[in-house]
């Protein structure tokens, strides 16, 4: 997988949302996954997660070192006093994490793509849910648009 | 919705501090493996202190605790160091993460509007302001912290039946006796308590989340699971590695958020200090000490009562060498933190 090969670096707005096209998506956790040039993936929030998290007050990661399955926490984010986990939208070792967010949770809502990066993840051999991820610009349109349809329509973001 | 047709409703009581804060916990984990929303109340046997998951114990005065003889528990919930004592009834509503809006400002609004309906049946004109704040007027009357555990949402909130401002300030770390009484006189303006009758409160609480969920309420005690889990609490909470909480880099300045919006603020280079009160981000109190203000301390300090925290920055900046100082300073402040 690397988005860069199959589409241009481009930067869309979907609904309102910024979104970046040579990027992969976890759309039911709000992630983002870039490929790195050394094999790891890089792991941020996306544009709707930061929308419906409020203001961030706390993050925290776990451990370089940690082993993850897709679907496990890997660190906690604190918003408006409520605590949740944040998760994991790929399998592997955490081998690094950034403490500029954790120092200062708001550069994830300046900027989400690129300094506000949380994790960096070495994904596990053989992994399967890589491919599960969203990508392309046609798919990421398509699927980003009916979450925010969906939000909508559920009230959870206003019309 | 729901997975039963049953809200659980547990009243512990009066419990010890430990208990006040690991029987919600076990509870949460009961609803993330499946059993009913559950609503408990219970009120804390003496005073103790918790924190919230992500802060640093640096923030609470742990001698001052400890020479009181006043307990500390980290929670699993957020916001900040709490004092508790048995002049509040503290509630807890626990849901499935799935029943609740899948946006935290929504879901605390939707958790919270039955906290509202009960205060009102009670006689207490309560709102929730645009910052989420459970309010009357422009004063805090309720104190709440939210999570996501394991597969349960909760919000845990308190009915201020009377409230000890000292206490509460007391337990706070502060760089000086002035920050502190400054703190003290913030939370004596900017929150309440509501003196109402809490059998009452109580009761309206459960019909309020009864209708929320749309199901009946019903007397309920702990599973033998959640009993088990119960112990399993017990003993994390009285583990100093799980009290210690998570590493994190202490922040330039001494800030503490009294209610949403407004906080106490102080900073020093060990040369120049400022200490401020802050409300929706205008300066309410101030107080500088500079060597090279000399005399003209007291017409500083009035010149920044009211002006927003960039204006009294650089209105600072225009007050010579000590002025500049105090301006840096005082750019550490962080709203967002309010």
Redesign the interface.
Known sequence: MNPEEDHPVSDLTIEGFAVRADLAYDLERHMWVADRDDGRLRVGMDTLGVETSGTLAHLDFVDVGTVLERGEPFGTLEAEKFVGPLVAPVAGVVVAVNTAVTDDPGVVEREPFDGGWMIEISPSAGATDIAELVRGVDAITERFRARVAEYRRDGVLAE | MPPTDHLRVADFGTVSPLRSQTLWHAIADGVSAGGPPTLSFLRPRRPYVSI????RMSEVDVDECARRGWPVYRR????GPVYLDDGQLFFQITVPMRAV????????RWLLAPVIDAYRAVGVDAEIDDR?EIVVGDRKVCG?????IGDAAIVVGNLIETFDHDAAAAVLRVPSPEARAELARLMRRYVAATPADPAAFRDAAIAAFAARLAVEPRAGELTGTELTRLDELDRRFVDPAWLAG?D??APAAWQVKVRAGVFAFAASDGRTTIMAGVDGGRLVGVRLSDPTLNGATAAVQSSLLGLDLASAATTLENSGAGGRRLSSLLRLAEP??S
């Open positions: 919230g998951y992500h802060r699993m919930v957020g916001g809006p899948p946006s935290r400002p929504r879901a605390l989420l709440y912290g939210a999570g996501q998570p994190r880099p967002r933190r």
